[in-house]
């Protein structure tokens, strides 16, 4: 079946450093893939997206590109904020699922000023 | 404006009560889903909505029971028969089109003791 493997947390960061948080997937067909962040008590937000191979998703200085050749969705970003600190979620919707998301599990961010 | 409203935020009831979740989006969305987060973890599917007046159980069912009476609204019963119902609830819509990305609710924290 279709699953999402996100890198296992938590992971901390100075400000200003680099970050990736990795997700692998498995899944039939052709997927679309997201990014989600969940700041400490709140629900999720929508923070990228690519629906086809070569997409590259981006927003508020984070990218991941959709890569089928490794069947990976990594999520960057060249400079991280205090303000980034929050779990963030790699998610796959397939078609042939009704289109309902399978996400990973969630790896904690922690920025220290 | 557009959006997912949950309430209440925080919901506390004793053991052996049936408690009722709100969910209402004005976004026009055709499909509507409930999750449940536990600490630390991510998320699992409870119930979902393709469309008015029919919905599938998701992955974690038991002891929870749905409606989809108007488009609006999808409202989650937690049941008494629900062994362990603290938790976080998420509830989700999406248009259902190419990319199904969903847009979540800010979430009802739920106390059972």
């Known amino acids: 079946g279709n699953s999402v493997t996100q890198m296992e947390g938590p992971v901390t960061l100075s400000e200003e450093a680099f970050l990736t948080i990795n997700c692998t997937y498995t899944a039939t067909g052709y997927p679309s893939l997201f990014w989600y962040v969940q700041y400490p008590g709140e629900g999720l937000q929508l923070l990228l997206k690519?629906?086809?191979?070569?997409d590259k998703g981006s927003n508020k200085g984070f990218e991941a590109t959709y890569r089928k050749e490794t069947t990976s969705f990594h999520l960057e970003k060249g400079s991280v904020q205090v303000s980034d600190s929050a779990v963030y979620f790699c998610?796959?919707?397939?078609?042939?699922?009704?289109?309902?998301?399978?996400f990973g599990k969630g790896t904690k961010l922690s920025v220290k000023p | 404006d557009g959006g997912i409203t949950q309430s209440p935020k925080y919901l506390f009831r004793k053991e052996g009560q049936n408690v009722t979740l709100s969910c209402e989006q004005n976004l026009n969305h055709d499909a509507m889903y409930w999750y449940r987060q536990d600490p630390g973890q991510g998320l699992r599917l409870i119930y979902y909505s393709q469309i008015v007046n029919d919905f599938q159980k998701g992955d974690i069912a038991e002891g929870y029971s749905v409606s989809r009476e108007k488009k609006e609204s999808f409202p989650l019963t937690v049941t008494s028969a629900q062994k362990n119902p603290t938790a976080f609830y998420l509830c989700?819509?999406?248009?259902?089109?190419?990319?199904?990305?969903?847009?979540f609710g800010p979430g009802t924290r739920l106390t059972v003791t």
């Open positions: 690519a629906t086809k191979a070569d």
């Open positions: 998610a796959l919707s397939d078609r042939g699922s009704q289109g309902n998301l399978i």
């Open positions: 989700a819509s999406t248009a259902g089109q190419v990319s199904y990305e969903q847009y």
